[in-house]
């Protein structure tokens, strides 16, 4: 696994790798807090952005994370945010998460096409046997639509994480493996074909 940034492109999204320079474009739909509501970040101004920013290249700096913006294609207007992260290359695996998307841009063509191109990554290119999924027990619309992905529900994690508002978050784990790669890339691929 070779971890670098690296641009992700498909039909209508794309994904490239974030940047300090991308704040600005964000911040004009990031501060909406019921994007942050089941996170574990509170982004509430422009700094808050920057140290949101600044903290997820200093984890692809050492080699922990992969972050990008989403880009709708058409109008090329970022319209959200996703990373890799807990990356484990000694035993091939990676998490996908820290995912927010602009409301005008959710449960559209974006999240699923940007779901397919990190999953392809993750197994074709990286080789991965394991891709992990994470989200607020209470998120209901996250969990089933990291379900509808294809990913199978494995678990709770109690008292998982501490938020920034200090409420301690239970989380509920998921995963697809190498094995079930094909099927999923097929339902994915059906998927954004009826969305788009």
């Excluded at 200093?58 to 992969?66: A, C, K, R």
């Excluded at 035993?91 to 559209?108: H, L, M, P, Y």
Aim: charge should be neutral; hydrophobic fraction near 40%; glycine fraction near 6%.
């Amino acid at each position: 696994m070779k971890i670098i940034p690296v641009t992700l492109k498909g039909d209508n999204v794309q994904l490239e790798p974030l940047q300090i320079g991308h704040c600005e474009s964000l911040c004009e739909f990031c501060l909406d807090e019921e994007l942050w509501r089941w996170t574990v970040n509170l982004v509430k101004t422009r700094d808050d952005m920057l140290r949101y920013v600044e903290t997820a290249l200093e984890e692809q700096q050492n080699g922990m994370s992969l972050p990008f913006v989403t880009i709708e294609r058409k109008s090329n207007k970022i319209v959200g945010s996703t990373r890799f992260g807990n990356i484990d290359t000694g035993n091939r695996k990676a998490e996908i998460g820290w995912t927010w998307i602009d409301s005008q841009w959710q449960q559209t063509f974006v999240n699923t096409e940007a779901k397919l191109l990190m999953l392809t990554h993750a197994f074709e290119v990286w080789r991965c046997i394991r891709v992990e999924f994470k989200t607020d027990a209470l998120n209901v619309r996250s969990r089933n639509a990291i379900l509808r992905v294809g990913a199978k529900e494995e678990g709770f994690l109690r008292n998982h994480m501490i938020t920034d508002s200090g409420r301690f978050r239970n989380s509920v784990t998921f995963s697809i493996i190498d094995e079930e790669w094909e099927s999923v890339k097929a339902n994915l691929r059906s998927k954004l074909k009826k969305q788009e």
